[in-house]
């Protein structure tokens, strides 16, 4: 039990923090409301009203986002891999291998359904 008192700390630490952060931007901060701090921002223009139906969006911005989040999530769990590589058995790279094909099914699928076409 010992050995948890230090992460209990840190976690307290950061509960109270959080808490004073909060209480403090809203007692320190300013306090002027107006019509514009409601409005939602786009680059200084009104915004214009929502077509009947929500109108076209186009998705494919969100998707290459999200295709970039999952790589780089890829290598996160990749370079550790790498640099213990040697004392990895059998099991370790089969691990990799399969850990690779589940990450790159989702790409293959959105490249050939044309998702990341940008016509």
């Known amino acids: 039990m010992n050995a948890y008192i230090p992460i209990l700390g840190i976690l307290a630490l950061a509960a109270a923090f959080i808490v004073v952060s909060i209480n403090l931007s809203g007692n320190v901060g300013p306090q002027r ?3 514009a701090k409601y409005d939602s921002y786009e680059c200084g223009i009104q915004p214009t009203p929502q077509p009947v139906g929500g109108g076209k969006f186009p998705v494919k911005y969100y998707i290459t ?3 970039f989040i999952i790589f780089d999530i890829e290598i996160v ?3 550790p891999w790498a640099v213990a590589f040697n004392k990895l ?3 370790g790279i089969l691990a990799m291998i399969l850990f690779i094909v589940t990450v790159f099914i989702p790409y293959f699928y959105v490249l050939r359904r044309g998702g ?3 016509d």
């Open 77 to 79: 769990f990749l370079y």
């Open 65 to 67: 986002a999200m295709m």
């Open 116 to 118: 990341l076409d940008w």
């Open 33 to 35: 409301w107006n019509r």
């Open 89 to 91: 058995p059998l099991f």
